[in-house]
């Protein structure tokens, strides 16, 4: 049976690293990643017995690469420090690495605001986390919402990975704003220009893609703010992609 290393990236994750690696002791190996927390995560970690290494953070394709380096057995597994896996999941993943695949999806439920959120885009949420090390890398031009590249064809897991999103608004507005940044430097690099018509079209059309295609009516009162918070989400990434475009003199 091949080994497996679950890694996980941190910074300032000391309320949920022990539960994290708790829920994963099926692995053979348990590493963490620290973008030098200032906070009590690299001691709990090393307490849990996961071997602990620093490095400063750049983005999340060249910090998952990274980890791909640092780690020597032939498959992991990436696990956010928000995420928990179960036993059964675990059951599954062992068999996975016995077969000829290059990685995995992973399905994820997404409980925000102590909600399972089932539709708005949120479930089942596919992740691919289970990589064969030789056979993935992150693309490095997708700095936020990572791409794998993989060499060879993948599969789908059963068992979902619990991921303990958003625990409240305020939170998610705050993480979103960063991921804004990102998605903005990605649509820089690529040479769009914002549009005046950018600004109300395409937020209306990420809402109705979450509130209607995605059936986050659902969801009820929940999926229509989160289909609101996406189309702002939309909204403010085209005014950071102009104001690159600006900066820049263009």
Known sequence: MPDLTVIVLTKNEERNIAACLDSVRWADRLMVLDSFSD????????????????????NYPDQRNAALDLATTEWVFFVDADERATPEL????????????????VPRRNIIWGKWIRHTG????????????G????????????????????????????????????QFLARQ????????????????????????????????????ALEGYRDGGYGFLLSL??????????????????????
């Not at 949120?122 to 090390?133: A, E, I, K």
């Not at 919402?145 to 608004?169: F, K, R, S």
């Open 135 to 170: 056979r993935a890398r992150y693309d490095p031009q997708r700095e936020v919402h990572e791409l794998v590249i993989l060499d060879g064809p993948a599969g789908y897991l059963q068992n979902p990975l619990i991921h303990y999103n958003y625990q409240t608004v305020g």
């Open 229 to 250: 918070l996406m189309a702002y989400y939309t909204f403010l990434t085209y005014v950071r992609l102009r104001q690159r475009w600006r900066k820049q003199g263009g």
């Open 90 to 105: 675990g059951a599954e993943i062992r068999q996975a690495i016995a077969s000829d695949r290059a990685g995995w999806w």
């Open 39 to 58: 906070d009590h995560t690299v001691d709990i970690a090393e307490a849990a017995g996961a071997a602990v290494y620093r490095r400063p953070f750049v």
């Open 177 to 212: 704003d960063r991921y804004t940044h990102f998605e903005a430097d990605i649509l820089f690099k690529q040479g769009i220009r914002p549009r005046p018509h950018n600004y109300i079209l395409q937020p209306l059309r990420e809402f109705t893609r979450r509130f209607i």
């Open 122 to 133: 949120w479930y089942p949420d596919y992740q691919l986390r289970l990589l064969r090390r």
